[in-house]
């Protein structure tokens, strides 16, 4: 593809426009997947923080219950609250994990993607100076070539 593009516009402009248009959109997408990433963490740390207070909760209401006989009656219905909670949290927290576990695989896909456009773009710019370069020498040589042609001519008349 990038010959195509390259052979396409003349001189390759045009393709190399288009290739960093791609890498940019490409460094974007992983920015993008970090960012998500980060905000996952954030909000796996949030939802344990909410499991270890409610952890902490329900002991010490298991100490108020014991201090009264409303407590006793009234705990069991508070326990099973918490352990509703306590498995939305868990259930929560799995959907968490599972969604990092997939943004991780995406951004080192994206990473990949992104690298082997940039070694992609590196090497077509390698290839546009040593083109450049061959065509100087190229043009060095006819103009030395053409200059030792007009001494020999002189020499002769």
Sequence with gaps: MAEREFSQSG???????????????????AEELKRRNV??????AEVKRKLTDLEDAVARE???????????LAF????????????NLK????????????????LEKAGEELRALELAAEQELRRAAETQLRRSRLR?????????LRKQALRQI
């Design 11 to 29: 001189k390759g402009g045009g393709g190399m426009k288009r290739r960093e248009n791609v890498v940019r959109l490409k460094r974007f997408r």
């Design 39 to 44: 905000t996952l963490e954030i909000m796996s």
């Design 140 to 148: 060095l040589d006819e103009l030395a070539l053409s200059r030792q």
């Design 91 to 106: 259930a929560t927290l799995k959907d968490i994990d599972r969604e990092r576990a997939q943004a991780i695989v995406e």
């Design 62 to 72: 298991k100490q108020r219950a014991n201090e009264s006989d409303i407590g006793r």
């Design 76 to 87: 069991p219905s508070f326990l099973r609250a918490m352990d509703v909670r306590r498995e």
